[in-house]
Structures are given as C-alpha cells and as structure tokens.
T-cell receptor, first 110, second 114 residues
C-alpha cells in the first residue's frame, strides 16, 4: 500500500501571510494531484503534476513535484480568507487508483 | 450542470439495516470509484470500476458491494450496516486521455449508523 503523509495537519494563519503544505511518501508516483475541499462538498481538483521537478502555478498557488516523484509541495502566497479549506494531495501509482493523503486543514483569518 | 450526483445527502441507519447509496454521472466517464472519508484519514478507496460490467476492490471493501450495469450509474450497497461504517461517502468519476486524467467528485453522502 502506498502511503502519503501531509504536513502540517492543521494550519491557521493571518491574511497576507505565505504558507507551504507538504506531501511526502516513500513510494514513487506516476503523477500527483492536489485537491481543495470545502465543508459539505467533495474535493475539487486544483492541479496535476506529472514530471519530476515540475512546477505549476495557479494564481497565488505554486505546486511542485519532487525530482524523484515521491513528494510534492503547495505554496500559497499572500493567503486570503477564501483560501480556507482542506487541501488534499493524491498520488497515482502503477494502477489507476488514487491514494490520498490525510489532508491539511487551512484557516486564513481576516 | 454536468457532474456526479449522489443521493441521499444524509442517512441514518440502525445496525444491521441495508441500504444503497446512489451515484450517477453524465460525463460518459468510464472510470468510477467510491471513497469513504473519516476524520484525520483522508479518503480511502472502497471499490472502483473501469467500465460497465467491471468492478474491483479497493483498500477497504469489506461490508460493501458494488455493481456497474451502465456507464452512468455506480451504486454502493451496504449489506448489514455497522457503526464502523459511519462516515462520509464520496463517489468520483474520471476521464483518461493520453495519460491525462481528472477526477470529479460528488458532494457526498453523510451516513450515520446507530
């Protein structure tokens, strides 16, 4: 079983601060996705990274896939209250199924 | 709007009762899956299907059955509900094209077993 560990589990910051969320595994993934989930809703796909070392930007969000394709990070610049939510990483291995991390609950205070 | 529709949104069952969670998608995706989400544990795969007539077990399949008679529908059946099955259940469908893929999730069913 491939495991993904996310850190930190909880993060509470003030509006305007920067933050980084980490997703680590001892397994290699063919690709990795980041999702954001709001209360009462299902996860919504933010990005997919495929190539080791790949960096993708989505407005104030920067996603990076580790060179060895075992880890990933999500960096948010100048966080806003609208960024509040549960952030989940999910890795795709040799099969088509996704393995999810346990999530990082982010709260951005105004 | 196109997407994944789950019903019901909330359900309370007594121990030993059975029920079916419904999931339908209108995006013509071949791949569908069921996850359960528990606090601090992320989403865990219960069952999945790569196409009509084909299903397989995920990480936590015990106590659940699935079938896939059409591309659109992928119901999840609880055979004899137990308190350990109290959770939020998500259905997802996925496309795959030239190595790219994207999952669309339903809004979930919150199940409480008493």
């Amino acid at each position: 079983t491939q495991l993904l560990e996310q850190s930190p589990q909880f993060l509470s910051i003030q509006e305007g601060e920067n933050l980084t969320v980490y997703c680590n595994s001892s397994s290699v993934f063919s690709s990795l996705q980041w999702y954001r989930q709001e209360p009462g809703e299902g996860p919504v796909l933010l990005v997919t990274v495929v190539t080791g070392g790949e960096v993708k930007k989505l407005k104030r969000l920067t996603f990076q896939f580790g060179d060895a394709r075992k880890d990933s990070s999500l960096h948010i610049t100048a966080a806003q209250p609208g960024d509040t939510g549960l952030y989940l990483c999910a890795g795709r291995g040799s099969a088509r199924q996704l393995t999810f991390g346990s999530g990082t609950q982010l709260t951005v205070l105004p | 709007n196109a997407g994944v529709t789950q019903t019901p949104k909330f359900q309370v069952l007594k121990t030993g009762q059975s029920m079916t969670l419904q999931c339908a998608q209108d995006m013509n995706h071949e791949y569908m899956s069921w996850y359960r989400q528990d606090p601090g544990m992320g989403l865990r795969l219960i069952h999945y299907s790569v196409g009509a007539g084909i299903t397989d077990q995920g990480e936590v399949p015990n106590g659940y059955n699935v079938s896939r008679s059409t591309t659109e529908d992928f119901p999840l059946r609880l055979l004899s509900a137990a308190p350990s099955q109290t959770s939020v259940y998500f259905c997802a469908s996925s496309y795959s094209h030239r190595g790219n893929y994207g999952y669309t999730f339903g809004s979930g069913t919150r199940l409480t077993v008493v």
